[in-house]
């Protein structure tokens, strides 16, 4: 661990901080999956995710030049 963190986490309120927000974005992150999980739609593929974030990545470049 850096010796910052280590500093900030050594603060009481600090350390209720961090672990408010620990627990906000756990359960933001649980929902999310949630809702990915009861999603209806069919999955599809890693390779075709990929390739349909580089199509849109392509277009955006083509559109600034």
Do not use: C, N
Not at 34 to 47: C, G, N, T
Not at 50 to 64: A, G, P, S, V
């Amino acid at each position: 661990m850096p010796s910052y963190l280590g500093e900030l986490l050594d603060r009481g309120s600090t350390t209720i901080s961090v672990t408010a927000e620990t627990k906000s974005h756990d359960a933001w992150f649980r929902s999310r999956v949630q809702e990915a999980l009861k999603d209806p739609r069919p999955p599809i593929s890693h390779a075709h995710a990929l390739h349909q974030l580089q199509t849109l990545i392509d277009e955006k470049r083509q559109e600034q030049t």
